[in-house]
């Protein structure tokens, strides 16, 4: 059974930085396409972070570029997503989801496996 288990959000000060997790059971993780979004009370389910099956390559939302950065530890069928200089609007439940071929823009349309999802909240 495919399942995906987030872990790593928490409370943190703007500014400072959280780590996520993604850990994956029943599957492979790196012949997936993995994506996290995010969702804030009351907006839209938005994306975050993509890292393609085929290899390293990421994509990154414009409002996160430059402070998240995706990878994946393949020895530990885990991906992460670290985020550095955390600002209020990051505040949001972080889900992972995979997908087995992904083409374009990783989309949550496009993603049919999910995690339960991690609250991260920045507030001083």
């Known amino acids: 059974q495919l399942q995906l288990v987030e872990s790593g959000g928490g409370l943190v000060q703007p500014g400072g930085s959280l780590r996520l997790s993604c850990a994956a059971s029943?599957?492979?993780?790196?012949?997936?396409?993995i994506a996290w979004f995010r969702q804030a009370p009351g907006k839209e389910r938005e994306g975050v972070s993509c890292?393609?099956?085929?290899?390293?390559?990421?994509d990154y939302a414009d409002s996160v570029k430059d402070r998240f950065t995706i990878s994946r530890d393949n020895a530990k069928n885990t991906v992460y997503l670290q985020m550095n200089s955390l600002k209020f609007e990051d505040t949001a439940v972080y889900y992972c989801?995979?997908?087995?071929?992904?083409?374009?823009?990783?989309?949550?349309?496009?993603?049919?496996?999910w995690g339960q999802g991690t609250q991260v909240t920045v507030s001083s």
């Open positions: 029943g599957f492979t993780l790196d012949y997936y396409t």
């Open positions: 890292i393609r099956s085929s290899g390293s390559s990421t």
């Open positions: 989801a995979a997908a087995r071929l992904v083409f374009g823009r990783c989309v949550p349309q496009k993603f049919g496996n």
